[in-house]
């Protein structure tokens, strides 16, 4: 992930009211993070998710959750360290016998979504 991408993309708002919100959603998900080893290994500059958010703006990476939720936000780029999958997801092989008409490269892509979904007040039909 690009900084100045995920910059471009993210919400003119700040995503946490303290610094200290940041700093417990932080451990909860970037301490186990995959995307971040490098910042903690102190190989590399880690994930860019966490700087936009420094900067008093919300990465469009992160679904604001329901109230009743313990974390204010879900990153959909999270991966724990422990998972035992590969860095990026592999395409669904194609089944035994079947011919295949067209490649698959360039098609394929990971599935992530980036906003939310559910209607607001505003698009809900009376």
């Given at each position: 992930?690009?900084?100045?991408v995920v910059m471009a993309r993210s919400i003119d708002e700040p995503a946490f009211s303290t610094s200290d919100d940041?700093?417990?959603?932080?451990?909860?998900?970037?301490?186990?993070?995959?995307?971040?080893?490098?910042?903690?290994?102190?190989?590399?500059?880690?994930?860019?998710?966490?700087?936009?958010?420094?900067?008093?703006?919300?990465?469009?990476?992160?679904?604001?959750?329901?109230?009743?939720?313990?974390?204010?936000?879900?990153?959909?780029?999270?991966?724990?360290?422990?998972?035992?999958?590969?860095?990026?997801?592999?395409?669904?092989?194609?089944?035994?016998?079947?011919?295949?008409?067209?490649?698959?490269?360039?098609?394929?892509?990971?599935?992530?979504?980036?906003?939310?979904?559910?209607?607001?007040?505003?698009?809900?039909?009376?």
């Open positions: 992930m690009n900084l100045n940041m700093v417990n959603w932080q451990e909860r998900w970037c301490n186990r993070c995959v995307r971040d080893v490098e910042l903690r290994d102190g190989t590399g500059p880690g994930c860019p998710l966490p700087l936009v958010a420094f900067q008093d703006r919300t990465p469009a990476e992160w679904l604001r959750q329901p109230d009743d939720s313990p974390d204010e936000y879900h990153c959909v780029m999270f991966r724990d360290e422990r998972d035992p999958g590969p860095s990026e997801p592999r395409p669904i092989p194609d089944p035994p016998g079947q011919g295949v008409l067209f490649g698959r490269d360039g098609w394929e892509r990971p599935c992530r979504m980036f906003a939310d979904t559910r209607p607001t007040s505003a698009e809900v039909a009376s």
